[in-house]
């Protein structure tokens, strides 16, 4: 099924003799067209001619472009320009450097630069952990990408991935109050990606790994973390997991049942379904199978096996149970998709257990679709925003490295995970509870400051923190 989405929207600038009747006809050709208009804005009037700026959103692109020819038929009607506003947002990159203090005189120049610098080098060289206080080190992250597994488009390299890491960038500065830098690499080699982000290590409190593929996006996180003394996390595989765990809290409560007694099937078994494996093993999850494209996931299984896989044949699956999604599903409570579109069919969700959970995060289309569900379905997420239920990862790692930051903590831990999945489930109290609201919005501002708080906690208690209390940032 097809949506509107301003990702797909357009501004058209019309040309037309002002007569009555002119701006109906032209409506009625772009609601012929299927197009979806927003914004009608009057540019100019001259000589009995407007100009008209008619903001239109599509399904797609190719649709955007059907939109503009229909108009382009109608007579006296001039298309003088056509705007993809989602390519002008990108115009000279999404983020930038400001500087925070003025620089207007001699005295602020003595003291911003040289020669009152050197005294401030010289008290880091003295004691190193001042670089969090008297360096940006103090509110910055690193987005590290090789461009390997970008979104859904896969390995387009550094050059393209880019406009995704802004993106990050943004979101951290936007929810978190974090300045963030994307740094995008020109090598897919796991070591000189290790040894290039210990070298930048430096100048950074944290370091975010980004669309790197798996497996390798594994080895690089865990080298980094025990080899750098700040935190690393690689968002699409522990972002998603925290999330998921943060909505299954809530989805548990709505359908009454608990974590230790609910029957799970993860589709997928690459970095994000690892991770949420582990994370829901390590909060009592018991009776879990986690599918790939060949079925099952058991010991003894020879086909198709990486590490990943070794750890999933080891501590999950405890009948070891052998079979495709569609006979491992059966009575299952939850399922949670990290796989590709349409890997679930209606028949398979019909054959889960009453009151049944269905994450389904492929995107940008879903295993299943909710409309395709079954009614024994109670609680269904996406990763979508045109659907109840986002499990979108901007509810993680602004909160969770906001916390991290406060406390200059050296890394991330199980408890700091499961922290921050506790948070984002509190925003939303009991009573507010609903088959369709188990998750905050990405919109809700109380989302990042509860996740936050409870990171930074839980850091502190657990020993990761190099300050025994927050430091807020201003």
Same mark, same amino acid.
């Given at each position: 099924?097809?949506?509107?989405?301003?990702?797909?929207?357009?501004?058209?600038?019309?040309?037309?003799?002002?007569?009555?009747?002119?701006?109906?006809?032209?409506?009625?050709?772009?609601?012929?067209?299927?197009? $979806?208009?927003?914004?009608?804005?009057?540019?100019?009037?001259?000589?009995?001619?407007?100009?008209?700026?008619?903001?239109?959103?599509?399904?797609?692109?190719?649709?955007?472009?059907?939109?503009?020819?229909?108009?382009?038929?109608?007579?006296?009607?001039?298309?003088?320009?056509?705007?993809?506003?989602?390519?002008?947002?990108?115009?000279?990159?999404?983020?930038?450097?400001?500087?925070?203090?003025?620089?207007?005189?001699?005295?602020?120049?003595?003291? *911003? $630069?040289?020669?009152?610098?050197?005294? =401030?080098?010289?008290?880091?060289?003295?004691?190193?952990?001042?670089?969090?206080?008297?360096?940006?080190?103090?509110?910055?992250?690193?987005?590290?990408?090789?461009?390997?597994?970008?979104?859904?488009?896969?390995?387009?390299?550094?050059?393209?991935?880019?406009?995704?890491?802004?993106?990050?960038?943004?979101?951290?500065?936007?929810?978190? @109050?974090?300045?963030?830098?994307?740094?995008?690499?020109?090598?897919?080699?796991?070591?000189?990606?290790?040894?290039?982000?210990?070298?930048?290590?430096?100048?950074?409190?944290?370091?975010?790994?980004?669309?790197?593929?798996?497996?390798?996006?594994?080895?690089?996180?865990?080298?980094?973390?025990?080899?750098?003394?700040?935190?690393?996390?690689?968002?699409?595989?522990?972002?998603?997991?925290? =999330?998921?765990?943060?909505?299954?809290?809530?989805?548990?409560?709505?359908?009454?049942?608990?974590?230790?007694?609910?029957?799970?099937?993860?589709?997928?078994?690459?970095?994000?379904?690892?991770?949420?494996?582990?994370?829901?093993?390590?909060? @009592?999850?018991?009776?879990?199978?986690?599918?790939?494209?060949?079925?099952?996931?058991?010991?003894?299984?020879?086909?198709?096996?990486?590490?990943?896989?070794?750890?999933?044949?080891?501590?999950?699956?405890?009948?070891?149970?052998?079979?495709?999604?569609?006979?491992?599903?059966?009575?299952?409570?939850?399922?949670?998709?990290?796989?590709?579109?349409?890997?679930?069919?209606?028949?398979?969700?019909?054959?889960?257990?009453?009151?049944?959970?269905?994450?389904?995060? *492929?995107?940008?289309?879903?295993?299943?679709?909710?409309?395709?569900?079954?009614?024994?379905?109670?609680?269904?997420?996406?990763?979508?925003?045109? $659907?109840?239920?986002?499990?979108?990862?901007?509810?993680?790692?602004?909160?969770?490295?906001?916390?991290?930051?406060?406390?200059?903590?050296?890394?991330?831990?199980?408890?700091?995970?499961?922290?921050?999945?506790?948070?984002?489930?509190?925003?939303?109290?009991?009573?507010?509870?609903?088959?369709? $609201?188990?998750?905050?919005?990405?919109?809700?501002?109380?989302?990042?400051?509860?996740?936050?708080?409870? =990171?930074?906690?839980?850091?502190?208690?657990?020993?990761?923190?190099?300050?025994?209390?927050?430091?807020?940032? *201003?």
């Amino acid at each position: 099924m097809s949506h509107y989405s301003p990702a797909y929207s357009i501004t058209v600038r019309l040309r037309y003799f002002d007569v009555p009747g002119a701006l109906g006809k032209i409506t009625s050709a772009i609601g012929d067209a299927g197009g $979806y208009i927003g914004a009608v804005d009057i540019v100019n009037s001259l000589d009995g001619t407007l100009v008209r700026d008619i903001t239109v959103q599509a399904t797609d692109v190719e649709h955007g472009e059907r939109i503009v020819e229909k108009i382009n038929t109608l007579d006296g009607v001039e298309v003088s320009n056509v705007s993809d506003r989602t390519f002008l947002m990108h115009l000279g990159g999404k983020i930038e450097v400001v500087s925070k203090v003025p620089v207007k005189t001699r005295d602020d120049l003595s003291m *911003a $630069y040289t020669p009152g610098v050197a005294r =401030v080098c010289k008290a880091i060289e003295a004691d190193p952990d001042a670089s969090f206080n008297l360096t940006i080190r103090r509110n910055t992250v690193a987005v590290v990408s090789d461009g390997s597994a970008v979104l859904g488009l896969g390995n387009i390299g550094p050059l393209a991935a880019m406009p995704v890491m802004e993106g990050k960038a943004l979101l951290f500065k936007e929810f978190g @109050g974090v300045d963030a830098f994307p740094i995008c690499l020109q090598t897919q080699d796991v070591e000189e990606i290790i040894q290039t982000v210990k070298h930048l290590a430096p100048t950074f409190g944290g370091i975010n790994l980004e669309d790197i593929s798996s497996p390798r996006c594994v080895e690089i996180e865990e080298r980094l973390q025990e080899e750098i003394d700040i935190p690393v996390f690689h968002d699409d595989q522990h972002g998603t997991a925290v =999330v998921v765990l943060a909505a299954l809290k809530n989805a548990l409560k709505v359908v009454k049942k608990s974590m230790d007694e609910i029957e799970v099937v993860i589709n997928g078994a690459g970095a994000a379904g690892v991770a949420i494996a582990k994370l829901l093993t390590s909060v @009592g999850v018991a009776n879990m199978v986690v599918c790939d494209s060949k079925g099952a996931i058991s010991r003894g299984r020879t086909e198709y096996v990486n590490p990943l896989k070794v750890w999933l044949a080891e501590h999950t699956n405890p009948q070891n149970r052998a079979g495709s999604l569609s006979e491992v599903i059966r009575g299952a409570d939850l399922f949670v998709g990290v796989s590709v579109a349409g890997a679930l069919q209606t028949s398979d969700v019909e054959a889960m257990a009453d009151d049944a959970i269905v994450f389904a995060l *492929a995107n940008p289309d879903p295993e299943i679709l909710p409309e395709h569900a079954s009614a024994n379905v109670k609680v269904m997420a996406t990763g979508r925003s045109d $659907y109840p239920n986002q499990i979108n990862n901007v509810l993680c790692f602004p909160g969770l490295f906001r916390g991290l930051l406060d406390v200059r903590a050296r890394n991330i831990n199980e408890e700091i995970k499961i922290a921050a999945a506790d948070a984002i489930a509190s925003v939303i109290s009991e009573s507010d509870l609903h088959p369709d $609201y188990i998750i905050p919005s990405v919109f809700d501002r109380r989302v990042s400051t509860a996740v936050a708080e409870q =990171v930074s906690k839980v850091a502190v208690e657990t020993g990761v923190a190099r300050r025994g209390k927050p430091t807020p940032q *201003a």
